[in-house]
T-cell receptor, first 110, second 115 residues
């Protein structure tokens, strides 16, 4: 079946630190992959996406590369800010269905 | 700007009462979804609809009902049969069938609590 596994949180980093949140997936065929961000009390916002192998999605300094050989889509940012504190969800879509990871909470301290 | 509007933002339910959460979108999307999110948890799919007048159960449909009479609207009713309704409810929509690799767009959610 299709599923997404992402790194357990919570993650706490100092401002300007490097961020990696791991995400691996299981899927038949060729899914599209997404990262969403959720700020407290709000819905999910699309952060970035990749629709085929070796695609790199990027937005607001965040990046993730679709690695088919390792079935991974890890989220990275070179220098996090306090405003990046949120919950991050990895997701995939395949066969008209969407599958989400359990979310990783990030707190960035000044 | 196009988007998804959920209302109300906060809702309180009394014992034995049914309540309805509103979800409206002006993105011209065919597919719409309802998710439940419990504190510190991921999203669980309640119901989804790929086209008007048709909908399917998700993973946790018991105690919930939906309708899809218009493309723009996908209301969710939390019935008295749902014994633990306290949660954050998220509505989402996605592009037409030709765009199944497109992402979902989400509303800002409704927080439901028991009185």
């Amino acid at each position: 079946g299709n599923s997404v596994t992402q790194m357990e949180g919570p993650v706490t980093l100092s401002e300007e630190a490097f961020l990696t949140i791991n995400c691996t997936y299981t899927a038949t065929g060729y899914p599209s992959l997404f990262w969403y961000v959720q700020y407290p009390g709000e819905g999910l916002q699309l952060l970035l996406k990749a629709t085929k192998a070796d695609d790199k999605g990027s937005n607001k300094g965040f990046e993730a590369t679709y690695r088919k050989e390792t079935t991974s889509f890890h989220l990275e940012k070179g220098s996090v800010q306090v405003s990046d504190s949120a919950v991050y969800f990895c997701a995939l879509t395949r066969s008209r269905q969407f599958y989400f990871g359990t979310g990783t909470s990030l707190t960035v301290i000044p | 700007d196009g988007g998804i509007t959920q209302s109300p933002k906060y809702l309180f339910r009394k014992e034995g009462q049914n309540v309805t959460l509103s979800c409206e979108q002006n993105l011209n999307h065919d597919a719409m979804y309802w998710y439940r999110q419990d504190p510190g948890q991921g999203l669980r799919l309640i119901y989804y609809s790929q086209i008007v007048n048709d909908f399917q159960k998700g993973d946790i449909a018991e105690g919930y009902s939906v309708s899809r009479e218009k493309k723009e609207s996908f209301p969710l009713t939390v019935t008295s049969a749902q014994k633990n309704p306290t949660a954050f409810y998220l509505c989402a929509s996605s592009a037409p069938p030709t765009g199944w690799h497109q992402p979902q767009h989400f509303g800002d959610g409704t927080r439901l609590s028991i009185l």
